[in-house]
T-cell receptor, first 111, second 115 residues
Framework: LAKTTQPISMDSYEGQEVNITCSHN???????ITWYQQFPSQGPRFIIQ???TKVTNEVASLFIPADRKSSTLSLPRVSLSDTAVYYCLVGTRGSARQLTFGSGTQLTVLP | DSGVTQTPKHLITATGQRVTLRCSPRSGDLSVYWYQQSLDQGLQFLIQYYNGEERAKGNILERFSAQQFPDLHSELNLSSLELGDSALYFC??????????????FGEGSWLTVV
């Protein structure tokens, strides 16, 4: 199981772009990288998933370098409502190993 | 609204007691997952059931047990409760035996306070 390391917390201001990096040095060939968002007293919610290079959807972008030992979640123009904990998970797509969440990154967006 | 329903939303009970948490998965989902989230442990995977059968097991204590019924709802039974069992318990569901990250949906959780 690839261990992930993320910053414990980050602060940003409204309207700024936020980049959260996750390290996963032991990522396996078949592993995907998935990010979840969790608001207080709510369950995690899927944000984005990728295998390599760049993935973009309506809420975020995920950048994965060629060696795949890290990944960066990019949130464009954050708002106060983006204040949440963000989790990076690495595992085989569909594998039960992917179900273990680390400590995540507490993002606080300031006015 | 994720479509996953958990009851009760809040529960206060005494040490040594037993409680049952209930989860109704999204319509059509065959897998149910249980998680525990506490302040000091983060979000921990407990167990997964798929179509009535245990599929994967995580850090679930022997005092805890779960099952999935023919109608696919699931119950998590917590017995001989200790103060440290106080946590937010999440249920999640997905359509198949495994999920691809974007097909797992979480409920709003059940707050358990043991006093």
């Amino acid at each position: 199981l690839a261990k992930t390391t993320q910053p414990i917390s980050m602060d940003s201001y409204e309207g700024q772009e936020v980049n959260i990096t996750c390290s996963h040095n032991n990522i396996a060939t078949n592993d995907y990288i998935t990010w979840y968002q969790q608001f207080p007293s709510q369950g995690p919610r899927f944000i984005i998933q990728g295998y390599k290079t760049k993935v973009t959807n309506e809420v975020a972008s995920l950048f994965i370098p060629a060696d795949r030992k890290s990944s960066t979640l990019s949130l464009p123009r954050v708002s106060l409502s983006d204040t949440a904990v963000y989790y990076c998970l690495v595992g085989t797509r569909g594998s039960a190993r992917q179900l273990t969440f680390g400590s995540g990154t507490q993002l606080t967006v300031l006015p | 609204d994720s479509g996953v329903t958990q009851t009760p939303k809040h529960l206060i009970t005494a040490t040594g007691q037993r409680v049952t948490l209930r989860c109704s998965p999204r319509s059509g989902d065959l897998s149910v997952y249980w998680y525990q989230q506490s302040l000091d442990q983060g979000l921990q995977f407990l167990i997964q059931y798929y179509n009535g059968e245990e599929r994967a097991k995580g850090n679930i204590l022997e005092r805890f047990s779960a099952q999935q019924f023919p109608d696919l709802h699931s119950e998590l039974n917590l017995s001989s409760l200790e103060l440290g069992d106080s946590a937010l318990y999440f249920c999640a569901s997905s359509p198949g035996a495994d999920h691809s990250g974007n097909t797992i949906y979480f409920g709003e959780g059940s707050w358990l306070t043991v006093v």
